[in-house]
T-cell receptor
Framework: GENVEQHPSTLSVQEGDSAVIKCTYS??????FPWYKQELGKRPQLIID?????GEKKDQRIAVTLNKTAKHFSLHITETQPEDSAVYFC??????????????FGKGTKLSVKP | DTAVSQTPKYLVTQMGNDKSIKCEQN?????MYWYKQDSKKFLKIMFS???????INETVPNRFSPKSPDKAHLNLHINSLELGDSAVYFC??????????FGSGTRLTVV
């Protein structure tokens, strides 16, 4: 089955700096890669997703890149703000994949943005 | 209107008890899930239901059983609770296996 590795486990940056979180996946058939943000005591919430037919996607200060050959994808947050502090999870799955369609999550990255 | 709602939000119970957690979604999604988040924040899938059919069952003890009366509901029943079952349990739903929406979680504490 799919296995998703995520690094780093913790990341501390100064406000205004950029943050990068990297993930690798094992199943070459995976084609859907979302990122979730979980604030303390809250539910995971989708912030951006990318499909394997796209190499990069941006949404304001957030961008995700995908390298299918290397089986890795990354989350980039620019101009970080204290409210970006949270745990970020990457995930992978096969869209329309039946039993292989369940999201498998990385272990999370705790991002701290210092004012 | 909450998209995915689960109850209760907190559950404290003694070892050996049986308990249930309820989940409902009003998004018209076709698949529902249960995830367990342990103390290290790792999100691990437990079950998923699609069109009232269980389509995956990870290595979860058979003390855990999902029950889906209809497409909008997926309840989790746990028998003979153990200390190691303490965690936050999240219900989620999706359409065509993308863009999962999570419920607010149930913090289960077994004492």
């Amino acid at each position: 089955g799919e296995n998703v590795e995520q690094h780093p486990s913790t990341l501390s940056v100064q406000e205004g700096d950029s943050a990068v979180i990297k993930c690798t996946y094992s199943d070459s058939a995976s084609n859907y890669f979302p990122w979730y943000k979980q604030e303390l005591g809250k539910r995971p919430q989708l912030i951006i997703d990318i499909r394997s037919n796209v190499g990069e996607k941006k949404d304001q200060r957030i961008a995700v890149t995908l390298n299918k050959t290397a089986k890795h994808f990354s989350l980039h947050i620019t101009e970080t703000q204290p409210e970006d502090s949270a745990v970020y999870f990457c995930a992978a799955s096969r869209e329309y994949g039946g039993s292989q369609g369940n999201l498998i999550f990385g272990k999370g990255t705790k991002l701290s943005v210092k004012p | 209107d909450t998209a995915v709602s689960q109850t209760p939000k907190y559950l404290v119970t003694q070892m050996g008890n049986d308990k249930s957690i309820k989940c409902e979604q009003n998004l018209g999604h076709d698949t529902m899930y249960w995830y367990k988040q342990d103390s290290k924040k790792f999100l691990k899938i437990m079950f998923s239901y699609n069109n009232k059919e269980l389509i995956i069952n990870e290595t979860v003890p058979n003390r855990f059983s999902p029950k889906s009366p209809d497409k909008a509901h997926l309840n989790l029943h746990i028998n003979s609770l153990e200390l190691g079952d303490s965690a936050v349990y999240f219900c989620a739903s999706s359409l065509l296996y993308t863009r999962y929406t999570f419920g607010s979680g149930t913090r289960l504490t077994v004492v």
